[in-house]
């Protein structure tokens, strides 16, 4: 049994992640939570121009720096300026434009001084105030970004703000690393679909539509192959079409040690690399990792909740570097704080399904109500966590804090 900080590493070690070769242009509108695959470089200065930031006039500092309520500055109004307009006057000494926020400052002024610390008498207008300083409320050209220089790097997850710096630099075309096509078989002659009648004995194959849905939250174009009942030669030829197709096939079921338990026997038979038989986690022991020449194999444990926690383990951070991720593929824990008593036998490092709360200035875990059975996928829904008891400790008390991994 490795151990699962060993396992995640030998894991992301195996990845290739994606290259200049696994992209494609996507319209800006479709690019959220996609990953941009090269640098972006603008050819427009932000501010495009120099421009106003408030309502009020466009001046010349050297006019107005003595202003005062009692000896206001009268300067004669030569245009006015709304946004989108190319100012035609330039304002000489005395003068000043009528300027909005985010309109173009005329030739000449410098400075603006806000509505409110001006009077406006017809085409005059009376300046109460002094500005602070020379240049101010004028925002420059080029002073967020010069034409030219990285806009946006490589690697970036789009979301919003992306999304919006893309819009405004006119790139309606985004280069981004393409999904990861993840193929899912569910194995099991005990298998039916939610939609077949339920013979005695037989169990619905949940794992093929909670392991669809985290991939393609992940960002991934989930390809499920369905179910395949416990015959060699029908998972054998699953599985190489499988690993033909996908970058990553995702099977649940037949890895432990039962007369029917396929898996690793077919891997082997089909030339992989088998690099992980099990690992010391609890639920998800039996994880069989194995590499062909294109794709990246995971048997995941049948029983549902070993299923979800060896992919939230193992698989996700697998899929964030293959997807191209530059860094911070590996789970993140939170420190909290047990509100129950948890307890795990020891020998390997337990998860126990839960809520995580920030309440009061700290995170607080609660385990799920009901058997942490790893057979049990009832009182896995609701629960955003996972609480962590190491190896080697069989409690964590009441007010200790432990190690919670959000899902
Ligand atoms: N003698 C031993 N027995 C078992 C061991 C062991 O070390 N020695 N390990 C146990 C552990 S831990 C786990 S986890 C399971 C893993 O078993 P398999 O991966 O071989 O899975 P199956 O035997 O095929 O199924 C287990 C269980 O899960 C149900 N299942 C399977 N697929 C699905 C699915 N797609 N959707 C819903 N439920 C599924 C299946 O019906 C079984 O009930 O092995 C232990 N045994
Ligand atoms: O590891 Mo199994 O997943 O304990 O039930
Ligand atoms: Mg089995």
Known sequence: MVPAKQAEELILNLVQPFNIQDVEDVDLRSVRDRILAVSVTSHLDFPHWDNSAMDGYAVRFEDVKSA????????????????????????????AARILTGSVMPEGADTIVIQEETKREDEQVLILKPPIEPQAFVRHRGAFYQAGAPLLSAGLVLKAPEIAVLAAAQCSQVRVYRRPRVAILSTGSELVTPDQPLQPGQIVDSNQYALAALVEQMGGEAIPLGIVADQPEALKRTIADAVAIADVVLSSGGVSVGDYDYVDRILAELGAQIHIRAVAIKPGKPLTVATFPKALYFGLPGNPVSALVTFWRFVQPALKKLSGLPQGWEPTFVQAIAQQDLRSDGKRESYLWGQLHWVNDSYEFTIATGSSSSGNLINLAGTNSLGVIPIGQTQIMAGESLQVLQI
């Open 68 to 95: 005062s309520a009692e000896k206001p500055v009268v300067l004669e109004i030569v245009e006015e300026i709304p946004a989108g307009y190319q100012p035609q006057r330039s304002v000489k000494p005395g003068q």
